[in-house]
């Protein structure tokens, strides 16, 4: 079946490193989102990626559809950007979104 | 604020009891989900509504009921629950069921005991 996968599963970083998160998908897609889920379980938007490159401050994202991978960076990491990080996908067949199992990540201070 | 608004954001029920979880999303969105968020697993699809008709319902037990009033809420009412479906539910929109981005709630925090 269509799969969504992350990795790292877990990743600890000091706080003022970079780091790397990516998202391999086995199918085709037409929409690709990056979320953060915050300790009190919100998801928050980061980035609407289906191919390319967007940045937002120290964040930023780029999809390779034709690799079938997208990779968020987090640079100059901050305590604040710990969580959960989702990437899912949306299939062009389907209404279904496909999420990963995210990636954890703690900045510690 | 996402403009997707969930009540309440935290629910203790008994197995007995009938509750029901609510959301509201203000960003004129056609499409509207609930999920399923259990401890150490991946997000669930519980529902998928379109113009306030279900377009999917991905197996899920009969004591969770929804209900689409409208295009702009939604409802999960809940009858008889067990504790295994003790979680975080969180409920979305989106402009349309296909190719657009989704916006989260801020969820339902759900103890069964």
């Known amino acids: 079946g269509i799969q969504v996968e992350q990795s790292p599963p877990d990743l600890i970083l000091q706080e003022g490193a970079n780091s790397t998160l990516r998202c391999n998908f086995s199918d085709s897609v037409n929409n690709l989102q990056w979320f953060h889920q915050n300790p009190w379980g919100q998801l928050i938007n980061l980035f609407y990626?289906?191919?390319g490159t967007k940045q937002n401050g120290r964040l930023s994202a780029t999809t390779v559809a034709t690799e079938r991978y997208s990779l968020l960076y987090i640079s100059s990491s901050q305590t604040t950007d710990s969580g959960v990080y989702f990437c899912a996908a949306r299939y062009s067949s389907a209404s279904k979104i496909i999420f990963g199992s995210g990636t954890r990540l703690s900045i510690r201070p | 604020e996402t403009g997707v608004t969930q009540t309440p954001r935290h629910l203790v029920m008994g197995m007995t009891n009938k509750k029901s979880l609510k959301c509201e999303q203000h960003?004129?969105?056609?499409?509207m989900y609930w999920y399923k968020q259990s401890a150490k697993k991946p997000l669930e699809l519980m529902f998928v509504?379109?113009?306030?008709?279900?377009?999917e319902n991905n197996s899920v037990p009969s004591r969770f009921s929804p209900e689409c009033p409208n295009s702009s809420h939604l409802f999960l009412h809940l009858h008889t629950l067990q504790p295994e479906d003790s979680a975080l539910y969180l409920c979305a929109s989106s402009q349309s069921v296909t190719g657009n981005t989704i916006y989260f709630g801020e969820g339902s925090w759900l103890t069964v005991v």
């Open positions: 960003l004129g969105h056609n499409a």
């Open positions: 509504y379109s113009l306030e008709e279900r377009v």
């Open positions: 990626i289906p191919s």
